[in-house]
């Protein structure tokens, strides 16, 4: 190729925006003509890995965007722990059709139990699959809805969550919530209803979610809409870090 014919090459890769292409192309030629390959197969070896790199770089987006903690994920989360029910409904979860029926799931138990690592395991492996999950805990999403509310955004907030397969909503009812407050949440719960999932903690049990959402019936509605389309996990299980402090040992995990 003649230099003009290689910047105008560069140039159009640019245009295109196929970077990888365009950083691996020389190398990719010349592989090409020391195996000899047809000019599909090269063709067909540069789109691959222009088609890699980019589901490669999506996932780390998502990854980075959802707020989850890394560190919480299906390798180093005991899996057998579970109930063997709980253990069959994760199965099926981590396939991620739920996401498109818009269900939720609920994670109940006592503090410890795993809730939190259990749904951001979930999410993250969604993630892999090119889902795309928001994790926050409840009462930071609350400050933020309250916010939006007093800027007259929560419309624009609550449908900028639509691109969300999932939102988890960690510890809901941890904190006690003013009328304001569980006012915003009831209308986040409400706005995602069949329209995308929610995915919850709770050390509370539903007949004490009265202490959330103040009046009996606004619990019942929001009970309502959640459980309506939604998987429950109860995690009736001792607490991890009690049962890992008093042995001393440190917590198994499949990675160690
Ligand atoms: P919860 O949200 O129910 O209070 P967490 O998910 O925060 O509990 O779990 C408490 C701690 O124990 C965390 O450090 C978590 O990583 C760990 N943990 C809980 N269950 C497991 C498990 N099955 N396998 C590995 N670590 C676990
Ligand atoms: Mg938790």
Not at 45 to 58: F, I
Not at 181 to 191: G, H, I, P, R
Not at 218 to 227: P, Q
Request: charged fraction near 30%; aromatic fraction near 6%; glycine fraction near 4%.
């Amino acid at each position: 190729m003649t230099r003009a014919q290689t910047s105008r090459l560069t140039q159009g890769l640019k245009t295109l925006r196929l970077a990888t292409i365009r950083k691996s192309y020389r190398e990719q030629s010349e592989l090409a003509r020391q195996e000899t390959l047809s000019y599909e197969a090269f063709l067909l070896e540069l789109v691959e890995r222009e088609c890699e790199t980019r589901t490669h770089n999506r996932i780390e987006r998502l990854l980075r965007e959802s707020r989850l903690p890394l560190e919480k994920s299906l390798d180093t989360f005991d899996r057998k722990r579970l109930p063997a029910k709980v253990g069959g409904l994760v199965s099926t979860l981590l396939e991620g059709d739920f996401l498109d029926r818009s269900e939720n799931v609920l994670a109940f138990g006592n503090p410890g139990s795993g809730k939190t690592h259990l749904l951001c395991a979930i999410g993250q492996h969604l993630i892999q699959q090119g889902r795309r999950v928001l994790f926050t805990p409840c009462n930071l999403l609350v400050q933020q809805l309250l916010l939006a509310k007093r800027e007259l955004d929560l419309p624009r907030l609550l449908k900028r969550w639509d691109r969300c397969d999932a939102i988890i909503l960690d510890d809901i009812g941890y904190v006690q919530h003013s009328r304001e407050e569980m006012e915003v949440l009831f209308a986040l719960l409400a706005y995602r209803y069949e329209r995308g999932s929610i995915m919850i903690t709770s050390n509370l049990p539903f007949s004490k979610w009265e202490q959330i959402f103040k009046d009996e019936m606004t619990t019942a509605a929001a009970i309502d809409r959640l459980v309506h389309h939604c998987v429950i996990l109860e995690l009736n299980l001792p607490s991890y870090r009690l049962e890992h402090s008093k042995t001393g040992r440190k917590p198994k995990t499949k990675a160690a």
